[in-house]
Nanobody, 122 residues
Framework: QVQLVESGGGLVQAGDSLRLSCTAS????????MAWFLQAPGKEREFVAA????????SYARSVKGRFSISRDNAKNTVYLQMNSLRPEDTAVYYC???????????????WGQGTQVTVSS
């Protein structure tokens, strides 16, 4: 079992930056692909970014490419999402997820954190 805990969310203004962290316990993350998803009120969970187990490859949703960056530190069992140039439409609960395959698909991920709220005011 893997337990994931996100942190770093908050209320910011448009144009600001935030860095989300996701720390695992229970098992090492080093063999898992990791991803961040977001869910806005009344909407389905959607892909933000993913990173392979080694950190060698990343992928991003079109809406965040160039503004967000995913990274990982396997020694610290932690994955990060650096979010720059935040926009009001980035407002959502952000979830990290772990799974065996590098994917943008929700059902490919086995383990999920509880989420952290990001609110961007205009």
């Amino acid at each position: 079992q893997v337990q994931l805990v996100e942190s770093g969310g908050g209320l910011v203004q448009a144009g600001d930056s935030l860095r989300l962290s996701c720390t695992a316990s229970g098992r090492t993350l080093s063999t898992y692909a990791m991803a961040w998803f977001l869910q806005a009120p009344g909407k389905e969970r959607e892909f933000v970014a993913a990173i392979t187990w080694s950190g060698g490859s990343t992928s991003y949703a079109r809406s965040v490419k160039g503004r967000f960056s995913i990274s990982r530190d396997n020694a610290k069992n932690t994955v990060y999402l650096q979010m720059n140039s935040l926009r009001p439409e980035d407002t959502a609960v952000y979830y990290c997820a772990a799974g065996p395959n590098w994917s943008a698909v929700v059902r490919q991920y086995e383990y999920w954190g509880q989420g952290t709220q990001v609110t961007v005011s205009s």
